[in-house]
């Protein structure tokens, strides 16, 4: 019988921690025998995304772009995690019923003002500034899931605990 794939979609504002516990969840489920596959959406935007902006409807490409190619690999068995803002609940809710196989909604949770001090790249400040337009969560709106089957709070979890959450979820909805 061949695995049973599936996608973990990894949701929240910029510097949230979306792409650090995708590598750890990737790696335990690795280290677990999985066929793991991550699409960053920060390596995604240079490679299969160059030449999109941060409009809407740029936005809305990348986010239909990384959906696509995380379909493709979940029905061919593997665990496509994706990490990326996904500001736009509408656009989530596309790419999950485009899949046919399960799709895991992990919000990446973290209040804008933990995220404001946070700020190693100093993108909050510019875009507080109004020197970065288009920055979701402060000039443009980011969307929280409504109902995700996963939530982490960052802000408070360290990324083993974190890790922990969505693996004993898996374990428990016998994913792996």
Request: neutral net charge; aromatic residues 8%; proline residues 4%.
């Amino acid at each position: 019988m061949a695995p049973r794939g599936f996608t973990l979609w990894f949701t929240g504002l910029s510097g949230a921690g979306k792409s650090t516990l995708s590598q750890a969840v990737a790696a335990e489920l690795q280290a677990r025998g999985h066929r793991v596959e991550r699409l960053d959406g920060d390596e995604f935007r240079q490679r299969l995304s160059r030449g999109l902006g941060f409009s809407k409807e740029d936005r809305d490409e990348n986010v239909r772009r990384i959906g696509f190619v995380a379909r493709l690999l979940s029905r061919n068995g593997a665990v496509a995690i994706a990490a990326a803002i996904s500001p736009y609940r509408e656009l989530r809710d596309e790419v999950r019923r485009d899949h046919e196989s399960r799709f895991v909604e992990i919000f990446v949770d973290c209040p804008l003002d933990v995220l404001v001090k946070r700020d190693p790249k100093g993108l909050y400040a510019k875009a507080l500034q109004g020197e970065i337009t288009n920055f979701s969560g402060v000039n443009d709106p980011y969307e929280a899931p409504t109902a995700p089957e996963i939530t982490v709070h960052t802000e408070r979890e360290s990324v083993a605990v974190s890790r922990d959450v969505i693996v004993r979820w898996l374990e428990a909805q016998h994913l792996i």
